[in-house]
């Protein structure tokens, strides 16, 4: 059920043993053509004031600073990112660039901060788009709400060929099918071959628009063994790729409400059967003996302090994804019912 599979070496920085203190910092950026809110010397002037005001000595906190500048002279400014991760201890530091926006605060701890992290990796997760539209297909490549186009590989100049080649449909100017337009069958299983491949080469779960262009619904997608998280048969027509943020946001949101509805249905079954927790001591305790098979927690509230200090709630995240778990973030107000967490366990 979990809508995303987060390869294990993107996390791994998150789990690694480092040196006390750790500084996780993140700053909320403008992306697109908008100018950036902040350039690399204000990141650079922040993280090294962060150092000098914490209380390890003057050497370790020349490393610390070095590491930080290597870490901020290797990133893509031009990436489109929202939000900027930098995790920095004495003898580790790392950089992550994110399509959500995140707080601008930071942490010093024992280890890197997982909560804003996992959060902005999820939402962030890598997908497909396929917009159907009278006047051809349309394939790109999203996280969040930034799309690019996907790179025509062998099996996208076939997919994008077989849908060129369908019979134009009678409505097809304005791009409203009639009600018992047929479709081509044999026309409609090559481009479903043809779908196949590229799912299968580019390996990413995917939503599409405008499926009445191909006489199929979302559960016929499916059924054909293409993992698509959330189809919409209303026609699209061809624009570009900041015109569909609020397509995104809409197929997105659905997919996130199904999800959600789906989660309390096995929530409220646990419970029946005495395998869920909700109170956050208790997780962290069946976290810890290794019963936690999923926590489902909200979309985060996020903190205006500058400094911000961790929580029981970054104990159960990083306790139950240490032991195998997995933590699924589902639409505010998903889990009112349970204070916003809820843990499912293996047993």
């Known amino acids: 059920m979990t809508p995303t599979t987060l390869e294990k070496n993107q ?30 010397g ?59 926006h995140l707080p601008e605060v930071y942490y010093m701890g024992d280890n890197f901060s997982v909560y ?3 959060y902005a990796f999820e939402a962030c997760a890598p997908y497909l788009l396929l917009l159907f539209t009278p006047g051809g297909l349309e394939i790109y490549r999203g996280q969040g709400s930034y799309l690019e ?61 405008g499926l009445e262009q191909i006489g199929a619904g979302a559960e016929e997608v499916k059924a054909r063994g293409l993992n698509l998280f959330y189809g919409s048969e209303s026609t699209w027509t061809r624009t570009s790729p900041e015109e569909l943020k609020p397509l995104v946001k809409d197929l997105r949101n659905e997919y996130r409400k199904y999800l959600a509805a789906q989660y ?51 104990t159960a995240i990083g306790e139950t994804l240490s032991r195998g778990g997995r933590v699924e973030f589902l639409p505010e107000g998903s889990l009112s019912k349970w204070q916003g967490a809820a843990l499912i366990l293996r047993y």
């Open 116 to 118: 804003e992290t996992l």
């Open 42 to 100: 204000h990141i650079r002037s922040r993280c090294h004031e962060v150092f000098k005001a914490s209380a390890v000595d003057a050497e370790v906190k020349e490393r610390l600073m070095r590491e930080c500048d290597a870490l901020i002279e290797a990133l893509d400014w031009q990436s489109g990112a929202k939000s900027l991760g930098l995790y920095v201890a004495d003898g580790a530091a790392f950089a992550r660039m994110f399509h959500v």
């Open 264 to 314: 309390v249905t096995r929530i409220e079954a646990a419970f029946g059967a005495h395998k869920m927790v909700s109170s956050l001591d208790e997780i962290v305790d069946c976290a810890r003996a290794g019963k936690a098979e999923v926590l489902l927690l909200e979309d985060p509230q996020w903190t205006t302090e500058v400094e911000a200090k961790f929580t029981r709630l970054h």
């Open 11 to 40: 996390l791994d920085f998150l789990s690694e043993t480092v040196k006390a203190p750790a500084f996780s910092f993140f700053f909320r950026l403008h992306s697109g053509s908008e100018k950036q809110l902040h350039d690399t």
């Open 149 to 209: 186009t996907l790179p025509k590989t062998k099996e996208v100049v076939h997919l994008l060929s077989v849908y060129a080649h369908r019979a134009t449909r009678h409505a097809d100017k304005d791009g409203k099918g009639r009600k018992g337009d047929e479709i081509d069958h044999k026309w409609k299983d090559d481009l479903f071959r043809a779908w196949q491949d590229v799912a299968a080469a580019e390996g990413l779960p995917m939503y599409a628009a």
